[in-house]
């Protein structure tokens, strides 16, 4: 048996046959054609947002097209720069969607639930910050991460925001479907964005979306998206916006997945029940942590993440030999080639801590109770007859 690190879920050819064949007969094949509406239509439905949530050509580009208006917004020039705190615990994405912003991302230390160590930043924000002296960073947006589906508490994250005058927008490329005490976090009036790829909970194959309430960001996005255009006819621009517009056939794939939301996210809680029960016990609270979720938060996992006690290669060799695809995932950016040594960091304890310890373990949509069963037995084998004998 094997399971992949991720198993897409997507719709049959037959599924899309007549819309795809019109689109090719009609050549309307992208800006903003039919699918492409009627995909942020549906979407808009589902998150039940303030604004239309838009499409993107993928996750990074909403990400960074988002940045890039609220840097506007702030009255920044694309060339002019500030601070932005960020979590290192993540996808090289986020990063580089604050880099190509030309912004110096400051890094900050996640906790246990591996989402922006919110609570730290609260209590003991000033200190952080005069740690970093002689530096005096000049912090105007702070990008959240919700890490394998989970949110931080948004509660704290608003009066962060408020009292210290930071905006704040969510990397919630992997957190689709995921809620802070029954909504989403747009409705929470947050800025975020998602990731439609394959490997994610809910795909265009490749795609993204954004979500604002705010209707200047909302407008500014629809112009980054397609070139910085605001008229169409001369093809006039006033900000450089970089053509990142979802394609019909993406839109299809979406529309036809989004008809099966409620199959893919209950089939999701099923399996992640199972995970749970299995990963959470008590005996195996001797081998490993497992991620921390509040009860505020409905996670849906992208992934089911556990922290081992050491570091992490043995374990990894042995599923992989076992045909299982774990990941070494996410995992602390601030020590990768492009930003080792390059920007600051706040306090990092937990990150390091971590960081060499923490394993993805692959949950798909759809997974077969044989799967689990043996996915389950593997772990069990590794701790409790390798370890023992090697
Ligand atoms: C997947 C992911 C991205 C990238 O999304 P794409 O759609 O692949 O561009 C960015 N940030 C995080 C945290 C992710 O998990």
Do not use: W
């Not at 730290?120 to 947006?141: A, E, H, T, W």
């Amino acid at each position: 048996m094997k399971i992949n690190i991720v198993k897409p879920f997507l719709p049959s050819l037959s599924e899309l046959e007549t819309e795809f064949t019109e689109c090719l007969k009609s050549g309307m094949v992208t800006n903003n054609s039919q699918y492409v509406r009627e995909l942020e239509s549906n979407l808009h439905k589902f998150y039940k947002s303030n604004l239309k949530p838009l499409t993107f050509s993928n996750g990074e580009m909403a990400l960074f097209s988002l940045i890039q208006a609220y840097k506007l917004k702030l009255g920044y020039g694309p060339l002019d720069s500030f601070d932005v705190l960020v979590p290192s615990f993540t996808f090289a994405g986020t990063i580089n969607a604050i880099l190509m912003n030309n912004l110096r991302p400051v890094f900050c230390d996640v906790d246990g639930g591996f989402t922006l160590d919110i609570k730290k930043l609260n209590s003991n924000y000033s200190s952080l910050i005069d740690d970093l002296d002689p530096y005096i960073p000049n912090i105007k947006l702070m990008v959240c991460v919700g890490a394998y589906g989970n949110l931080p508490n948004i509660d704290l994250v608003r009066k962060f925001s408020e009292e210290n005058d930071i905006k704040v927008i969510f990397d919630n490329a992997p957190a689709f479907g995921s809620t802070y005490k029954n909504k989403f976090t747009c409705n929470h009036g947050f800025s975020e964005i998602y990731s439609f790829h394959a490997s994610k909970i809910f795909s265009t194959m490749e795609g993204g979306g954004a979500i604002t309430n705010d209707p200047d960001i909302h407008n500014s996005l629809i112009k980054l998206r397609d070139f910085g255009q605001y008229e169409k006819v001369r093809g006039n621009v006033d900000v450089p916006g970089l053509n990142s517009k979802m394609q019909e056939i993406s839109a299809l794939v979406g529309i036809k997945n989004l008809e099966k939301v409620d199959f893919i996210l209950n089939n999701r809680k099923n399996n992640i029940e199972r995970y749970k029960e299995f990963f959470g016990s008590k005996e195996n609270s001797e081998f490993f942590n497992v991620m921390d979720v509040s009860t505020d938060v409905d996670c849906t996992y992208l992934y089911y993440p556990i922290v081992l006690k050491e570091e992490a290669t043995p374990f990894v060799n042995y599923m992989q030999d076992n045909n299982i695809m774990v990941r070494r995932y996410y995992t602390a950016v601030h020590e990768l080639d492009l930003y080792k040594n390059k920007y600051m960091s706040l306090d990092l304890s937990y990150t390091n801590e971590i960081k060499d310890k923490v394993v993805s373990i692959p949950i798909h949509t759809i997974m077969k109770n044989e799967e689990m069963d043996y996915l389950f037995e593997t772990v069990n084998n590794f701790f409790k007859n390798e370890k023992s004998t090697s």
